[in-house]
Each structure stands twice: as C-alpha cells, then as structure tokens.
C-alpha cells in the first residue's frame, strides 16, 4: 500500500468527505478522489459508501482506517522522542483540558511556562469532552476526573472547591442568602446542560432540596468564563470552582460554612511519554503553580 495514499485516505476518513480532507491536505477535490480511487483499486474492496451528504466508511474502510490511525499515532510519538533534545526539553507539546480551565487558568500562565523553556513549543486544545491520549490527540492532559484508560499515567494535582458568590450589587437589592433554603427566593445561574466539564457542575439546584425537585435557573449557559461575567453583573447567585472566584474581582462569596462538592483535578499522558522531557518540565512546572491554591 502506497504511503501517499494511506495518509490521503486517513485524512478522508477523519474529515468525512473530500472537500474538508483536501482543504487539510491543500489538495483539490478530484486529486483526493484519485488517490482514494487508485488505493480502492489496488486493494480490490471499497473503502466508502458515497452519498449526497458525505462518505461513510465501509466495514474494510474501518479496519483499514483504525490501523491507519494506531500507525500514525506511533509514527508521531516516535517524532516527538526523537526531537527531543538530551540535555534539556525541546520540540511541541499539545496540551488538553477543559475550556473554563484552559482559557482562564492555565493560558495566562503558560507564559511563564515558555519564558522558561524557550525550546518547545505548545499547543493548548481546549475542549470539554476527553481527547484520545493513546491516539495521539494531544500529549498530555489536565482533567476533572480520573483517567478512564488504563495504560495513561495519573498524578493528582489538587481538589477542586466550589464557592457560591454573588456581585455585591445582587445582594444588596435582593439580600444576602443565610442558609441553603433562602436560595429558593434567588435567582439562579447554571451551567448549561451541554457536555458539562465536571461532574454535578450544577449541585446548586439541588442542594437542600427534596429529590426531583430543583431549583430553576433564570439562566443556563454553557460556559464557566460566561457564568462568571454574569454572576458578577449582578443577575444572581451562582457556583463557581474555586481558581476562577479567587482570581476575579467583583464576586462576593456566600454561605461559605454550606458543605459544597469537591472535584479532584489530574494530570494525565500515555506511559511512552513517562520519560519526557517536556512532559516532565511541565509538570513540575504546574505543581509549582498549584502550590499557590488554586482550589
């Protein structure tokens, strides 16, 4: 099998039609279609089911494309280790965590990350589901929770805590709530109910409330930095994780003593990359940071 057209192939296979797979490979339309046209004929089976809305992989176009995927995942791991400087780090590192994190937690401070180690190089994927590790997806990972494969090494980080907070504004037009039950006569901002980052993000509803009886928000956004903005506006009483209401001015918390859900917070890379040096750097480096409390 031709190596051109095994990599044209995947790049269809991942993007779901022609079109999208040329614009990743700057190849026109007809050039990809050749290349998928010449490898279906060299292997004598089809590879896709063509239709109006895009292409489906065939059962043989799926086996071909899951050793395709497990090929190029061990090829650019390979590349990583062997960019890698002896003496000190050096090349990419991806890195993955959940949006609200990543944007404003950890962005401002990978600034300091890359003053220290001018040789590499990072690239920050933003996004609440789970990248695939073992596929190379990215290098390493922050997350909310413990990892779910087996063969991707964890270290815990630190524990998350939820504040309740308010903008002054809010409370002193709709007073300050003393106990759980006087969030019943408070307006409410949740996280909406898209792929939530953690789990229980939205335990203000049913705190002190009877089972199947929550309390209903006067607003729901998928968005920790959008809750945060509207809390602070003054639109109501919400729950934010602890680094995020430390860092933002304008938020006062409330009934601190109230017992709130705890998410344990993890760094996570696949065991080939156990003896990396970036890796390594910074993880050392994130503990540093989260020596200062970010809980």
Known sequence: MDWDKLRVFHAVAEAGSFTHAGDTLNLSQSAVSRQISALEEALQVPLFHRHARGLILTEQGESLNQTVREVFAKLAMTEALLTESRDKPAGKLKITTTVGFGSNWLAPRLVQFLELHQDVTVSLLLDDGDL???????DVAIRM????????????????????CASPEYLARAGTPAMLEDLDRHKLVLFGDYHPPVGDINWLAMVGRRPGQPRRPVLEVNSLSSMAQIIRAGLGIGALPGWMAAEMDGLTRVLA???RPKVDCYFVYPEELRHSKRVAVFRDFLLARLQQRVH
Do not use: G, N, S, T
């Open 132 to 138: 695939d590790l073992a596929m190379r997806e990215a």
């Open 145 to 164: 929770h413990p990892p779910k494969q087996p063969d991707l090494i964890q270290r815990h980080l630190f524990e998350i805590e939820w504040h309740i």
């Open 257 to 259: 003593d109230v017992q």
